[in-house]
DNA sequence: AACCGGCTCACCCGAAGGAGTGAGAACAAA
DNA sequence: TTTGTTCTCACTCCTTCGGGTGAGCCGGTT
């Protein structure tokens, strides 16, 4: 007997592409595809999937409430939420609200079926499949801010974002530290916060996230 | 003879799906898939594929910087984008950028295809598959208005422009070096000529000057 | 032949950049 | 008060970058 899966996605060619991934499994069939939270939950209680595969990021609905909307009307169903980042701090609501694990979009296509086999078979939340880290990320997830948008100047502070913009107009850092008064090393420490907030390698790279962003 | 195409997108789980559903048509090849930016060029010079499938919303380096290196290095690659909305701004400057069109994420498999196609057989970019909105109209304006005349950058040598086109992606010329099979000092003498050339200070005056002329 | 542009490599040297650490002052929030 | 953040500066160690110079090789031109 098959597993029943729904597919709860809003991008319409990742949605078509993962049920192409899921066909060519014998033991999954995918009886019902939604394009939001709502539809989600209606095609729920219409189809009564065995499993739902549900995007933490979509419009009219998001996944955790629909998580939690289906799990109220339907508690035997299993629900992983898909999302992008595992720092997403919607994956512990979703967890909160019900969803059986959750698996990144980063995930590899082997592992993302593994993920789906286990909870399946109702392995608990810290499977081997899980990535690591997870309860440790998850609770970092809760004590930050939820304006944290991972890989943003967002999170750069004032002077951080003037320093990377004296950067990115071609100065070096004496210079830099001329304009703004300081010492080189206060600039040189400046860049350093920036280039680990940034996750980049170096001056250049840090540039040109300022550039595109920016 | 089908058509070598490389995907260029972050998403893993997205990236392999895709890949899956272009396998199956027979006149499609994947030859690699990149999982940012910076790797989408370098792959690129590696496996010279017919067209890439490029993501806008990319880590590291974004599409549209990716566009333009390759674009400057390999001329006659097709590179269409993928993204999620059409209002994005990004896409006209990818276009700008020598994108030959794009692909909304929410496009329907099929339609998906038939975009591919049709850039293949180098049809405008006002095909009846591009969605209507903004960024059609911004494609369409671009199209008709064919300027792009190259500036500083054309006193510089193929090698030069290639090694700018390294630096630029945010490469040391350790890694510049090993990518061409150069020695380190000659990677530091192109620079050296191309800063002269340039009349610029340095890298990164350089690399902005790529960036605004290429 | 002589010449020249482009590509390659080597050496020296000083300047700049970057990792990592520690720490003090000002200030706001809990 | 305690805690946390931001900005500041210093110091070491190491890598990378850039300027300058010289030189060999190859291919095409005059």
Redesign the pocket.
């Known amino acids: 007997m098959p597993l029943k899966l729904l597919i709860a996605e809003d991008q319409r060619l990742f949605r078509q592409s993962l049920r192409l991934l899921l066909e060519r499994e014998r033991d999954l069939r995918v009886v019902g595809e939604a394009i939001d939270g709502r539809d989600a939950f209606e095609q729920a209680l219409k189809l009564k999937p065995d499993m739902i595969l549900m995007d933490v990021d979509m419009p009219r609905l998001d996944g955790v409430t629909a998580t939690k909307l289906i799990r109220d009307c339907l508690p035997e169903v299993k629900i992983l939420m898909l999302s992008v980042h595992d720092e997403d701090a919607r994956i512990v609501a979703a967890v909160r609200a019900g969803a059986c694990g959750y698996i990144l979009k980063d995930a590899d296509h082997a592992e993302f079926l593994r993920i789906i086999r286990a909870t399946r078979r109702g392995e608990p939340l810290h499977s081997p499949f899980m990535p690591d880290g997870f309860a440790h990320r998850a609770v970092s997830a809760l004590h930050e801010s939820p304006n944290a948008s991972p890989g943003g100047l967002a999170l750069l502070?004032?002077?951080?974002r003037e320093i990377l913009a004296f950067a990115a107009s071609g100065q070096?850092?004496?210079e830099i530290a001329d304009h703004?008064g300081?010492?080189l090393?206060?600039v040189?420490?400046?860049?350093?916060h920036i280039?680990q907030k940034l996750h980049v390698?170096?001056?250049v790279e840090a540039i040109l996230s300022f550039l595109q962003t920016g």
Chains 1, 2 share one sequence.
Do not use: Q
């Not at 502070?157 to 951080?160: G, I, K, M, Q």
């Open positions: 502070t004032d002077r951080e070096g850092n004496k703004l300081v010492s090393d206060t040189k420490t400046h860049l350093h280039y390698n170096g001056r």
